[in-house]
Structures are given as structure tokens and as C-alpha cells.
């Protein structure tokens, strides 16, 4: 047995499922062959050409990246392109390359999570749960059948609410049928009206797994046409979410949580709106691009909200409910990769296989500041 690149595959999929991402984002295995053994990976925020020499140099044969080489599909991979070229040198080299971008930031122990860790904040939760992602299905089954169906949906994704896994519930009925000369019923028989008692068994699912549960429920179900019914439901996402809300264990002066910040994250300068004698206990953070949970941070009544890429009218907006800080992008989410890098270290040594997992050693950041 060996580590393959499907294996690192799946310990994402556990952590920070693919269709967590946003709609629009680009993520999972970029280039390469998921069944290629691996020993050594390399992990970064960004793909460059240097962090692809280093890959090569150290000879891993997988880089796993924060924000995607291929976010647009391009038009053609050639060298005269600076990601065609990237991309080239990667197959040439057999090195796999699998990016977790906002499927890790929407995820529990992700970007923001990490974030309000390494600012040593207690009692971490999402800031706003991820919403309008949710499906109910309910399936009608015969006695007997229930477990299995259950087990089903259950493998495919379904039943998950918060720390709860296998959640359902049933209730037992009479459902009834008539069924054609070309039917072949499971119970009763055709071109009869039949009665027959079933149980309604209902399960809570991702909307984008519904797909799969209903095609697993299908497979395992004994009816020629399982009754089932898909209802998307308002309630919000336990699971997953946006940006991190957490608490400092003494309330501190803005001025003092700057410096914090300024030490933690080793930024140069940080831009920030509110005056610095205002006490800090509340804390909202969002590792990268955040402001547009600006409305959710203060909604929470928190004290300071840290996210990067902030703009003018942003914190003017900011100013007279929150302390609002931009840290930086590239600094807000490098925080990321030691936290991989632990989970898929810890994930080769329970499997007993060996795994070189290396952090690179270049700082991606194309932003200066003098
Ligand atoms: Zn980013």
C-alpha cells in the first residue's frame, strides 16, 4: 500500500467537500492523475513559476494550492502563456496539482477558522452560516426496507446536522397505488387498488448531493417507482459558513490588538478604521476578500472585524459601529497552510505511509509595501 493522490483527494473531501465552493470558483484536482503514488507534497497559497521549480527540485508529485492555477478555463495550454507554461512543466514532471480554495474557507478549521486561532480567540464559530444549501428528501419505504435505504442516503451524504451524523426521521402510514398491466408491484398486485403500509422516512441533504442520494436511495430501494418527494429548505448550513466569530480572553485597547495582529500575522502595516482607546473583545474575522460580510460582523456586535482587500468607502461605511482592520490577503490566509499541512500529515502517519509534506519557503505575495 502507498499514498495516491486520491487519498489526499478524499481527506479534502471530508474536511472541505468540493461542492461547499462557491458557484463560481474553479476547485479539486487542477492537472494530473488522481491514482499517481505519492511521498512528497507540496503546499502553497498560490501556484508561480517558482513555487513550481521548488516542486520540481524537491521532487514532489503533488502541489496542493489555496487559490486555483486554473480559475477560467483557459483557451489553450501553450508555452507562450504563463499558465499554459506552468501547466506543461507540471505534466512533464508528473506533478498533480489539487487547489482548495473557498471549499476551505467555507469549511470548519478553514481560512477563518485558522485565522481566529492564530489570534488566540475562544469559543470559534462561523460568522454566518452558509445558507440556501440545504434539500429535505423523503422517500415513502416498505417495512423491512428502511434501515437500508437509510444506510444508503446515509453513505451518499444525507443526515448530517452539525456534530449529528445518520440524523432522520420516521413515521409510519398507508400509502396506496394502482398500478398498470405492465406493472410489476412489490407488493399487492397490479391493475388492483392496493393499500400498503410504509414508512416516510425523511432526510436533511446538501442541496448539491441530492442528486446522489436520490440515485443511491433508487439503487437500494425495492419499488419499480420509489415515491419520493425534494423539498429545498430555508434553514442555514450548520456545516459550513462564512468567515469566524470568536472571543479574546481579556478585552484589550484597539492600539494593544493591532500590535497583536501586526506580531501574529508579521504584516508591515495594516490600514484600520476606529480609535485606538476603544476596548476589543468581540472579534469577527475572514481570511482574503471579506468586506461583504461587513453587515454580518457588526449584526454580531462585534468589536473588530480583520479581513483584507478592504476598500475606501468600505471603512468609511465601517467607522462608527466596528473597528474594521485589513491585514492583508496573502497574509490573512498563508495562515492556512501550516493547519494542511498537520491534517495531512497526521492523516500518512495513521495510515502508516510515509509522507514528506513540505510548506514552501517562498512568501507568494505579489503586494510590496515599503
Ligand atoms: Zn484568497
Not at 460568522?127 to 423523503?138: D, E, F, H, Q, R
Not at 429548505?233 to 492600539?255: C, D, H, I, R, Y
Not at 483584507?308 to 468600505?314: G, L
Request: hydrophobic share 45%; with cysteine.
Amino acid at each position: 500500500m502507498s499514498l495516491h493522490v486520491i487519498n489526499i483527494i478524499q481527506l479534502f473531501e471530508d474536511w472541505a467537500p468540493n461542492w461547499v465552493a462557491w458557484e463560481k470558483d474553479n476547485v479539486g484536482l487542477q492537472v494530473g492523475d488522481k491514482q499517481n503514488k505519492i511521498t512528497k507534497i507540496l503546499i502553497t497559497l498560490d501556484v508561480t513559476k517558482q513555487i513550481v521549480s521548488e516542486a520540481i527540485s524537491k521532487k514532489v508529485e503533488l502541489i496542493v494550492s489555496h487559490h486555483p492555477l486554473l480559475f477560467r478555463p483557459p483557451s489553450a495550454i501553450i508555452v507562450n502563456d504563463p499558465i499554459g507554461e506552468l501547466v506543461l512543466q507540471l505534466a512533464e514532471h508528473k506533478i498533480a496539482l489539487f487547489s482548495a480554495h473557498t471549499n476551505l474557507d467555507f469549511a470548519q478549521g478553514g481560512v477563518s477558522f485558522a485565522l481566529a486561532e492564530i489570534l488566540g480567540l475562544k469559543n470559534i464559530r462561523f460568522l454566518t452560516p452558509l445558507k440556501n444549501s440545504l434539500a429535505k428528501i423523503v422517500v415513502f419505504v416498505p417495512d423491512g426496507h428502511v434501515e437500508r435505504v437509510r444506510n444508503a442516503m446515509t453513505q451518499a451524504g444525507a443526515g448530517i446536522i452539525g456534530n449529528y451524523s445518520s440524523c432522520s426521521f420516521v413515521a409510519k402510514g398507508t400509502g396506496s397505488f394502482y398500478g398498470s398491466k405492465a406493472s410489476n408491484p412489490f407488493l399487492g398486485k397490479h391493475r388492483n387498488f392496493e393499500f400498503v403500509e410504509e414508512t416516510r422516512l425523511e432526510m436533511i441533504v446538501p442541496r448539491a448531493l441530492v442528486s446522489g442520494v436520490v440515485a443511491a436511495l433508487k439503487d437500494v430501494h425495492p419499488y419499480e417507482e420509489p415515491a419520493y418527494d425534494i423539498y429545498f429548505v430555508e434553514n442555514s448550513n450548520p456545516n459550513f459558513g462564512m468567515g469566524a466569530l470568536g472571543t479574546l480572553p481579556k478585552s484589550q485597547s484597539l492600539e494593544l490588538f493591532l500590535k497583536s495582529i501586526k506580531r501574529t500575522l508579521n504584516v508591515v502595516a495594516l490600514r484600520y478604521t476606529g480609535s485606538l482607546a476603544h476596548k476589543i473583545q468581540t472579534v469577527a474575522v475572514c481570511g482574503g476578500a471579506g468586506s461583504d460580510l461587513l453587515p454580518d460582523a457588526i449584526a454580531e456586535k462585534a468589536d473588530a472585524f480583520i479581513t483584507a482587500d478592504v476598500r475606501y468607502h468600505t471603512f468609511q461605511k465601517a467607522s462608527h459601529s466596528i473597528a474594521l482592520i485589513d491585514a492583508g490577503h496573502w497574509e490573512t490566509e498563508q495562515i492556512i497552510l501550516k493547519p494542511i499541512a498537520a491534517r495531512l500529515r497526521s492523516a500518512a502517519r495513521a495510515a502508516h505511509e510515509p509522507l514528506t509534506v513540505f510548506i514552501t519557503k517562498y512568501k507568494t505575495n505579489p503586494i510590496k509595501i515599503i
